[in-house]
């Protein structure tokens, strides 16, 4: 029962959660409410997967958020400047991977603790974010096309939904059934024994941090196609809650390890304790506050993982 309750005790009580607010909030049960509680976790999902991939590793990054900003702003300024779409979808994604690139390098190669190696990378992320919009955001009528990347449906499933299940599965899938994913996983659980093992654990924590950056491209695009404009700051609200939906789902199905089921567990935990608050009429930093509670809660089951990600080198 012990073991049960490590496992899976978080996820029963979400699930607790969800009946108190089918019960209690009003429209929380219908169709449209929860299909846009699934739009809002498919960013969150996103992004905390990147970071769980990072995590996997034994290295944080907590740049992914400023870095989508930057995707974001870098996509929308081109689109509103007469670029294909296409084109400037594929300059996003290559701008937050390259960023992601960028702390690898600097975690991998000039040997900075990945916490001040990302620190960096975010503010210079945000510097670069207001000097391309001049603190202003990108606005327009743009293509359809582009919009129906968010805004679309597939089959009747809003492609945001497809979208989000085909990251998390396949990170799941690289994460438990490919030799990447176990290399990554033996590089943050032990990475003196993998790299005696002939792991190249060096690359496994690039290829951590990249994908991170690359996740953060992805969600970055969604944003801005679904809200049809792109701001200097659009992702900085996804930093804490891309955290709290990983260290939440470190407390289920594998505890003390990232792990990615319970990465989108968690992200949709989050997603639908906001929206459940806000239909119940709660006062809007009740969700600060609940969050913050998430956080350190958390952190007493991944403390470990998470001082070593901090502050190895």
Same mark, same amino acid.
């Given at each position: 029962?012990?073991?049960?309750? /490590? ?7 979400g699930? %607790? &959660?969800?009946v108190f607010?089918? &019960? ?12 846009? &509680? ?31 900003s930057?995707a ?10 007469g670029?294909?779409?296409?084109? +400037? ?10 960023g992601?690139?960028?702390n ?16 960096g990378?975010?503010?210079? +992320? ?27 449906? %597939?089959?009747g ?5 497809? &979208?989000? +299940? ?5 990170a799941?899938?690289v994460t ?13 659980? /032990?990475?003196? /024994? ?14 951590? %941090? ?9 969600? /970055? ?39 990615? +089921?319970?990465?989108f ?5 989050i997603?639908?304790l906001a ?7 709660a ?9 913050g ?11 470990s ?9």
């Amino acid at each position: 029962m012990r073991d049960f309750i /490590a496992k899976y005790g978080t996820a029963l009580a979400g699930l %607790l &959660v969800f009946v108190f607010l089918l &019960v209690f909030a009003r429209n929380f049960a219908s169709s449209a409410n929860l299909l846009n &509680v699934l739009k809002q976790t498919s960013f969150l999902a996103i992004l905390a997967t990147g970071f769980t991939f990072a995590l996997l590793t034994s290295e944080l990054d907590l740049s992914f958020a400023n870095l989508a900003s930057l995707a974001a702003v870098v996509t929308g300024g081109l689109i509103a400047g007469g670029t294909f779409w296409a084109l +400037a979808v594929v300059a996003g994604l290559a701008v937050a991977t390259l960023g992601g690139l960028v702390n690898g390098f600097l975690v991998t190669g000039v040997k900075v603790p990945s916490l001040i190696a990302t620190l960096g990378t975010a503010a210079i +992320a945000n510097g670069l974010t207001f000097m391309i919009t001049g603190g202003v955001a990108f606005v327009g009528r743009w293509d359809p096309m582009f919009l129906a990347l968010a805004r679309g449906e %597939l089959f009747g499933i809003p492609v945001l939904v497809v &979208v989000m +299940a085909a990251v998390v599965l396949i990170a799941w899938f690289v994460t438990r059934k490919t030799r990447l994913g176990t290399h990554m996983l033996a590089t943050g659980e /032990a990475q003196e /024994a993998a790299h005696r093992a002939g792991i190249a654990t060096r690359r496994m924590k690039l290829i951590g %941090l990249t994908l991170s950056g690359f996740a953060a491209g992805i969600a /970055a695009v969604l944003l801005v196609a679904n809200l049809s404009s792109a701001s200097p700051q659009m992702a900085g609200d996804y930093l804490l809650n891309g955290i709290a939906a990983v260290l939440l789902g470190m407390t289920m199905f594998e505890p003390g390890r990232p792990n990615i +089921a319970g990465t989108f567990v968690g992200a949709l935990i989050i997603s639908m304790l906001a929206n459940g608050l806000v239909l119940l009429g709660a006062p809007y930093y009740l969700q600060d506050i609940m969050l913050g509670v998430i956080v350190i809660a958390s952190v007493s089951v991944s403390a470990s993982v998470l001082k070593k990600a901090a502050f190895s080198v």
